[in-house]
């Protein structure tokens, strides 16, 4: 499956930013979807990631502030990010699996600066 993300930019510090990932095919059948960041000179993290059955997981540094979200009609996953800190400046990337085959997304810049 072939992912595009958008929805990246520059914003403020306590500022909100929605990320939206579109597939190629339906979502519907694919158990895990995910969102991952990478800034300069770090691996890439989890940031989010929700399965079929609308389980999440938050990596620690920004749950309560992000929200990830699945819609199966349109083929999307979402990231709402809220209070937004500039150590959330990153490259965000989508990610799915199915089975043994997974899929990234080209990635999207958020910069979180005054």
């Known amino acids: 499956v072939q992912l595009q993300a958008s929805g990246g930019g520059l914003v403020q510090p306590g500022g909100s930013l929605r990320l939206s990932c579109a597939a190629s095919?339906?979502?519907?059948?694919?158990?895990?979807l995910a969102w991952y960041r990478q800034s300069p000179g770090n691996g890439r993290e989890l940031v989010a990631r929700i399965t079929s059955g609308g389980s999440t997981h938050y990596a620690v540094s920004v749950k309560g502030r992000f929200t990830i979200s699945r819609d199966n009609a349109k083929n999307t996953v979402n990231l709402q990010m809220g209070s937004l800190k500039p150590e959330d400046t990153a490259v965000y990337y989508c990610?799915?699996?199915?089975?043994?085959?997974?899929?990234w997304g080209q990635g999207t810049q958020v910069t979180v600066s005054s």
């Open positions: 990610y799915v699996q199915s089975g043994t085959s997974t899929s």
């Open positions: 095919r339906s979502l519907f059948s694919i158990n895990t």
